[in-house]
């Protein structure tokens, strides 16, 4: 057990984490610790390790996540989505996933009053079902867009917020 361990961090750090912004091809495991090993097991499959998204399907976070921190209800919906509130990291493992997004895929975007989540305000926020997820979403990609943040077809899923379904 402990070699497949080993060799999915073996693959992890030499092969699927290669396109990570702060990640050198070759580098030492050690680099590989903290919040970017919890999104490289828990939310890269998804998302993808640069952030790309699933073009239609999954929203990229690469240029887009800190974009949320500048409307009011974003901070909340960010951990509230069903793979932040869903996932089986505990809650200061989860604040941290969260930090270290918002870092490094929303690098220059994050609002300047800003403060890191805490695993306190994770763990009040996750518990709280998101009823209407898309409605939400949609009042505040409309609200990035009145602020001039988004352009007016952007969505965040690679085409326009007209043709999703």
Same mark, same amino acid.
């Given at each position: 057990?402990? /070699? ?21 091809? !070759?580098?030492? =495991?050690?680099? +590989?610790?903290?919040? /970017?090993?919890? &999104? ?8 993808g390790?640069? @952030?790309? !998204? ?7 976070? $690469?240029? &887009?996540? @800190? ?5 009011? @209800? @974003?901070?909340?919906? +960010?951990?509230?989505?069903? !793979? ?16 270290w997004?918002?870092?490094? %895929? ?10 890191? %989540? ?5 763990? /009040?926020?996750?518990?709280?079902? =998101? =009823? $209407? ?33």
């Amino acid at each position: 057990m402990r /070699r497949k361990g080993l060799a999915l961090l073996l693959w992890l750090a030499l092969g699927a984490g290669a396109g990570a912004a702060d990640y050198t091809p !070759g580098a030492p =495991l050690e680099q +590989l610790t903290g919040p /970017r090993i919890d &999104f490289a097991l828990r939310c890269r499959g998804c998302h993808g390790f640069a @952030g790309e !998204g699933t073009p239609g399907h999954v929203p990229r976070l $690469d240029g &887009f996540v @800190g974009l949320f921190t500048q409307v009011p @209800g @974003g901070r909340d919906y +960010l951990m509230r989505v069903p !793979g932040v509130a869903r996932s089986r990291l505990d809650d200061a493992r989860l604040a941290g996933v969260l930090n270290w997004v918002l870092a490094t %895929y929303g690098a220059g975007q994050v609002a300047p009053s800003f403060t890191p %989540y805490s695993a306190a305000e994770v763990s /009040r926020a996750r518990r709280q079902v =998101l =009823l $209407d997820r898309r409605s939400i979403r949609d009042q505040l990609l409309a609200a990035m867009r009145d602020r001039g943040l988004l352009d007016p077809g952007e969505d965040g899923f690679g085409r326009s917020a007209e043709g999703r379904g």
